[in-house]
Structure formats: C-alpha cells, structure tokens
C-alpha cells in the first residue's frame, strides 16, 4: 500500500500543513469537511498544494520529517516548482 506526503495551504504563499497518509483523497475530504480538529480546521487549511506517493510508510514519514525541518522558503520554492499557481490538486480527484 503507497503513503503519501502532502502540503496543505490556506492560500497562495499562506499558511502551511504537512501530513503523512495511507489514503490522500480521504485525508484531504476528511480536512476539508473539517472532521479533523486541530490546525488545519481551525487555520482553514484545505488546499492540497502538493504531494508525493511512497512505497511504504517509513519512507513517508522520514520525508515528512524532513519537509517539516526545511525553511519555509525551500517549501515555497517546492509547491512553485510543479505548482506555480497553487491550484487545489485535490480538485482532481475529490468532489470539492
């Protein structure tokens, strides 16, 4: 089963969230219907900025651990890379 790491943003240069996952299309439906209490409820963020896909768990969570020690330029400089726009990706596979 794949794991995902996933950006969430309250809006374009915003604030951030960084999660891990088994399933992101229901992680990222759970945060936007708000059925998740905590940051990303009370800061509404729910647009999922960008993702990777892992082959395991361990491998999502080092990386997690490792985007959540970056500076907040080199993840601005990451989400810009393949999404300059800040498009909800999750508009692709959810349906919000």
């Given amino acids: 089963m794949c794991?995902?790491?996933?950006?969430?943003?309250?809006?374009?240069?915003?604030?951030?969230?960084?999660?891990?996952?088994?399933?992101?299309?229901?992680?990222?439906?759970?945060?936007?219907?708000?059925l998740i209490d905590g940051f990303t409820k009370k800061y509404k963020v729910h647009a999922l900025v960008y993702f990777e896909e892992f082959p395991d768990p361990t491998s999502a969570i080092a990386r997690e651990k490792q985007l959540k020690n970056w500076k907040r330029s080199w993840k601005l400089a990451l989400i810009e890379k393949d999404n300059p726009s800040w498009r909800d990706l999750s508009l692709d596979f959810s349906g919000f």
């Fill in 3 to 34: 794991s995902y790491v996933y950006l969430l943003a309250s809006s374009k240069n915003g604030t951030l969230y960084i999660g891990v996952t088994n399933d992101l299309v229901r992680r990222i439906d759970e945060h936007k219907l708000g």
